[in-house]
Every structure is written in structure tokens, then in C-alpha cells.
């Protein structure tokens, strides 16, 4: 499974747009990207996955360079119930999840 | 609600009790999965289920812990001789289909182990 980094933690305001970007070098050719957000004392829930290029829908967007060895989680202009636990994951969707430890976002008035 | 429920939310035990949960998945999902989240850390898998069959375990899930899904619907996972070091959040989760990076997880249970 390849492995992921991703900063431990980050702070923006309201109304910004927050880019979260995860490093993932040893990416193999099927293996998708695949997002996952969490609340405190939820269970986390599905954001966005993509494979190359740019992916887009309702909650944020995703891109992806042509390396593939990283890539970004927009979130256009975040409000406060943003703050949460996001989660980078990689691997071919045949598998199991594996989740890292995420990047705590916090968002501010 | 048509979503994925775990019952019970909380539950506190003695160490060396026994604890059973439960894990109601989406009703036409034949996956499901279980997982383990201790504070500060990303969800770990522990087992998954494709219908009735128990397809993989995680070296996490020791002899004390076993996970049934009869008929293919409801799943429960059974602590037996609960350590403090079980204290955690299981949480649930089900997916439709053979891919499953897009997976829908329950609320969780929170185990506490005094």
C-alpha cells in the first residue's frame, strides 16, 4: 500500500479557501486517491476520489499533477462546521481502507 | 434514516468482561467492514465481511475478538475478556460493491475498559 504524509494540522478562516496537500511518491499505476472527512465522535465520511487530473463536485475538488505522487483537496470557501479530521487515502479500491492520521483542520471566525 | 447504525453508542465494561456490539449496514450493501479508532489516530481496519463470508482479519483482531455476519445482514463483534487497551471507538462501515474506497461508516460504538 503506499504510503501517505499529509500536515498534522492547519488553521483558516471562515469564507477562505483551504488547500490540503498530501504526498504520496510511491503511488502505484491502478491505485485511486481518495479523500475522507471526520467529525468528532462520527464516523468519517466519503469527500471526493479521483485518479488523475481534476476531479470536482458539490463539497470540494481534487487535483491530482501528472506524476501522480501528490495531490490537493480544495475546499472553497470553508465555514466553521468544516472544522474536522481529513484523511488522505491511496490505494486500488479492491482493498481495505487505510487511513493515516489526517490533517486536523480548524476553522475560524 | 437509511444510513449505517451501530448500537449500542457507549458502552462501559469491567476489564475481563465480556461485550458484544452490533452494526446494521445499508440494507442492499454486501460489504462490511469493522474498524478500530483510538484517540488521535486514523480509523484501523479489523475485518470485513463480502455477505456472510469473513473475507479478511487484520493481525489486530486477536482471539479475543470475533465478528459473525449471519444471513448476510446485521454483523456483531464480540470482545471477550476485555484489556483496558480495547478501550476505542469501533466503528462500522458498508459499501455496495466490489470497490470499496467509497465506503459509509456508523456513528461507532465508544468501548470504555475500567
Known sequence: LAKTTQPISMDSYEGQEVNITC???????????????????QGPRFIIQGYKTKVTNEVASLFIPADR????????RV??????????????????LTFGKGTMLLVSP | DTGVSQDPRHKITKRGQNVTFRCDPISEHN??????QTLGQG???????Q????????????????????????????????????????????????????????????????
Open chain 1, 23 to 41: 504526498s504520496h511518491n510511491n503511488i502505484a499505476t491502478n491505485d485511486y486517491i481518495t479523500w475522507y472527512q471526520q467529525f468528532p465522535s
Open chain 1, 69 to 76: 505522487k501528490s495531490s490537493t483537496l480544495s475546499l472553497p
Open chain 1, 79 to 96: 465555514s466553521l462546521s468544516d472544522t474536522a479530521v481529513y484523511y488522505c487515502l491511496v490505494g486500488m479500491g479492491y482493498s481495505t
Open chain 2, 31 to 36: 460489504r462490511l467492514y469493522w474498524y478500530r
Open chain 2, 43 to 49: 480509523p484501523e481496519f479489523l475485518t470485513y465481511f
Open chain 2, 51 to 114: 455477505n456472510e463470508a469473513q473475507l479478511e482479519k487484520s493481525r489486530l483482531l486477536s482471539d479475543r475478538f470475533s465478528a459473525e455476519r449471519p444471513k448476510g445482514s446485521f454483523s456483531t463483534l464480540e470482545i471477550q475478556r476485555t484489556e483496558q487497551g480495547d478501550s476505542a471507538m469501533y466503528l462500522c462501515a458498508s459499501s455496495p460493491g466490489l470497490v470499496s474506497y467509497e465506503q459509509y461508516f456508523g456513528p461507532g460504538t465508544r468501548l470504555t475498559v475500567t
